[in-house]
């Protein structure tokens, strides 16, 4: 059952995404989920994917749940986060993005 504010899912830059999913395979024996030719989905002890996405050099990306996804993102920010990409739609959900205090990235989504 996931429950709000609970690590859900990390999302891995993976670069050059056939080498990322060839070495996790390799090394760990993970096995993949293609969302078209960017993104892969694993599901290996934690859910997550490896980002094949052109940002600038990227870090880990943890993501939270929540249930109520606005109420978190005014939570989040009445914490002190700071709201780096707001409410998006994406494959399976919504989710936002934030900085926290010591300026780490990270989002938050929900199904609905």
């Known amino acids: 059952m996931r429950e709000d504010g609970k ?9 050059d995404l056939p080498a ?8 760990f ?5 293609d969302y078209g030719p960017e993104y892969a989905a ?3 002890g934690i859910d997550g994917g490896l980002d094949a996405q052109s940002d600038a050099v990227r870090q880990p ?4 749940y929540a249930a109520d996804l606005e ?10 986060g700071i709201v780096v990409k707001p409410i998006f739609a994406f494959p399976g959900g919504r989710r936002f993005h934030f900085r926290d ?3 780490n990235e990270l989002a938050v989504w929900s199904e609905t």
């Open 42 to 44: 694993f599901d290996e």
């Open 7 to 15: 690590l859900d899912y990390i999302e891995l830059p993976g670069g």
């Open 20 to 27: 990322s999913k060839a070495f996790y395979g390799a090394a």
């Open 101 to 103: 205090p010591a300026g």
């Open 29 to 33: 024996g993970w096995t993949f989920q």
């Open 71 to 80: 109420a978190m993102a005014a939570k989040v920010e009445a914490a002190g």
């Open 61 to 64: 990306l943890p993501i939270l």
